[in-house]
């Protein structure tokens, strides 16, 4: 089994940053996709990015292209989420996700492990 946790949620200014982590316990990563994903409030579960297992392979939504960078620290078993020139529209729950295959991945239905998600509230 693999626990997700994020943190580095916050309010911020819209043209803002803020960097979100998602930190892995029970198995290591290194075997992993990963991805984040959004919810804002009445709306769905959005794609935000994803990683391959390396890091060398990675795969944004138009909506942040430019603006966010995923990484990934297999040493350190930890996913980021680099989000510069924050915008209203970016304000939502993020996730974070892994799943055991290689690959970049944007399905949410192609994940089975899940963080609990941290708050990201963009002000204008």
């Known amino acids: 089994q693999v626990q997700l946790v994020e943190s580095g949620g916050g309010l911020v200014q819209a043209g803002g940053s803020l960097r979100l982590s998602c930190a892995a316990s029970?198995?290591?990563?290194?075997?992993?996709?990963m991805g984040w994903f959004r919810q804002a409030p009445g709306k769905e579960r959005e794609f935000v990015a994803a990683v391959s297992w390396t890091g060398t392979g990675t795969y944004y939504a138009d909506s942040v292209k430019g603006r966010f960078t995923i990484s990934r620290d297999n040493a350190k078993n930890t996913m980021y989420l680099q989000m510069n020139s924050l915008k209203p529209e970016d304000t939502a729950v993020y996730y974070c996700?892994?799943?055991?295959?290689?690959?970049?991945?944007?399905?949410?239905?192609?994940?089975?492990?899940w963080g609990q998600g941290t708050q990201v509230t963009v002000s204008s």
């Open positions: 996700a892994a799943e055991s295959r290689s690959g970049v991945i944007y399905s949410s239905d192609a994940y089975n492990y």
């Open positions: 029970g198995r290591t990563l290194s075997r992993y996709a």
